[in-house]
């Protein structure tokens, strides 16, 4: 099982790319003859595309549910896709065409596609303590910039990666070691714990949220 990363990062696409969804729905679970072969048809055509990335194929995340299953693809254009869907040569068109022949408009097995043009800049995902998935696997990743709201209200990039609240008053303690890091607040907020990468060591005394002493290390 891949491990997963500490706190919050993004996926990073400096191009356009689509996003396509395909699945099945197994209509009839009796007709094991019809759904079985939909089902495992799906398998040949992703082992030719991680085999050959030059047709545009950047990942796919697969998703079961009942009755069905279905995959998250990312490709680099709509014409790599659809190229590949067409194209006698691959994997897609046999499947499709003995789909129909079997299959057909009987209702036993159902199948669905939708296809999404995202444009350089559309785009927003986010993932807490995941391992590296979906777009941030097919693309690339980073750390994704915690925020603090400043006096009008606006969020505003946070140098130290955490949200600061004048609303607290008490005593507050943050001990960071390199992968881990532990606040614990008395007052009138609940206790909370934090992770970062940094290593510092801080310690504040609130008595309206501004802090009066801070060492960082």
């Known amino acids: 099982m891949p491990s997963a990363i500490p706190g919050r990062f993004t996926a990073r696409a400096d191009e356009p790319f689509v996003v396509f969804m395909i699945g099945m729905r197994i209509n009839r679970p009796l007709a094991i003859r019809k759904w079985v072969p939909t089902a495992r048809a799906m398998g040949p055509m992703l082992r030719e595309l991680y085999r050959n990335p030059e047709k545009g194929f950047l990942g796919a995340e697969t998703f079961v549910y009942w009755p069905g299953v279905a995959l998250l693809q990312y490709w680099r254009s709509f014409e790599d896709l659809e190229k590949f869907a ?14 129909n022949r079997t299959v057909g408009s009987d209702g036993s097995v159902g199948i669905f596609h939708e296809t999404y043009l995202v444009e350089r800049g559309n785009y927003e995902a986010v993932y807490g303590n995941m391992p590296v998935f979906g777009l941030a696997k097919a693309t690339d990743y980073r750390a994704r910039p915690r ?6 209200g606006q969020e505003t990039p946070d140098a130290r990666g955490e949200r600061t609240s004048r609303a607290l008053t008490g005593v507050a303690a ?34 309206d949220g501004e802090s009066v002493m801070e060492v960082t290390l």
């Open 147 to 152: 925020h603090r709201r400043t006096g009008d």
């Open 86 to 99: 067409r194209s006698p040569d691959d994997a897609h068109l046999p499947a499709w065409q003995r789909f």
């Open 174 to 207: 943050t001990f960071r070691l390199p992968c881990l890091s532990i606040g614990v607040f008395r007052g009138r907020g609940p206790t909370q714990v934090r992770t970062t990468s940094r290593v510092a060591f801080r310690a504040v005394v609130a008595s």
